[in-house]
Antibody, heavy 123, light 109 residues
């Protein structure tokens, strides 16, 4: 079965960077788009960006351009999300999510979610 | 940016009741790109409905979705205890391409 297992909670100081991992299993890793979505405490969901695991291309929300980087390691079926120059507003639970359908027929919806990684930014 | 506004913010009902949740878009959304998710405390969201009205695999038929243009509705008939959760709508289109509503909390009365 499909599983997305994320790395553990992080506490960072303002200005630092955080790198969160997401290990995928149960499907052919490189045939899907993967996304990152975050949820600030008590708030709704915010889409951050995607990585095409086949072409190794990425797209990020304009709000986070310049601070966000998504990468993949096909040898371990793992994707990474790195956010730099952290501010308090980056405090959130970060989810890796799989886009249903695969790169051949993307469906623009998210069928599997990781368990979430809490990131706290505090001095 | 397409803004999705969900109402009500909190809905208090009893098991066996019918729940009606609204998702209103700031501009017209292709109904094929309107999705609903359910999130229980401490858990990741779960895909419920796609294409505004198509239930995801394993979702009971007491869940139904409808709507078009800027107004979409999630209806849950005969509420079960496990249905009390937060529900989010999501759309694809525009910039950023994916946006979510702020959520409706369905709580036990």
């Amino acid at each position: 079965q499909v599983q997305l297992v994320q790395s553990g909670a992080e506490v960072k100081k303002p200005g630092a960077s955080v790198k969160v991992s997401c290990k995928a299993s149960g499907y052919t890793f490189t045939t899907y788009y993967m996304h990152w979505v975050r949820q600030a405490p008590g708030q709704g969901l915010e889409w951050m960006g995607f990585i095409n695991l086949s072409a190794d291309t990425t797209g990020y929300t304009q709000k986070l351009q310049g601070r966000l980087s998504m990468t993949r390691d096909t040898s371990t079926s793992t994707i990474y999300m790195e956010l730099s120059s952290l501010i308090s507003e980056d405090t959130a639970v970060y989810y890796c999510v799989r886009e249903e359908g695969g790169v051949a027929v993307p469906k623009q919806r998210f069928d599997y979610w990781g368990q979430g990684t809490p990131v706290t930014v505090s001095s | 940016e397409i803004v999705l506004t969900q109402s009500p913010g909190t809905l208090s009902l009893s098991p066996g009741d019918r729940a009606t949740l609204s998702c209103r878009a700031s501009q017209s959304v292709d109904s094929r790109q309107l999705v609903w998710y359910q999130q229980k405390p401490g858990q990741a969201p779960r895909l419920l409905i796609s294409g505004a009205s198509t239930r995801a695999t394993g979702i009971p038929d007491r869940f139904s979705g409808s709507g078009s243009g800027t107004d979409f509705t999630l209806t849950i008939n005969r509420l079960e205890p496990e249905d009390f959760a937060v529900y989010f709508c999501q759309q694809y289109g525009g910039s950023p391409p994916y946006t979510f509503g702020q959520g409706t909390k369905l709580e036990i009365k």
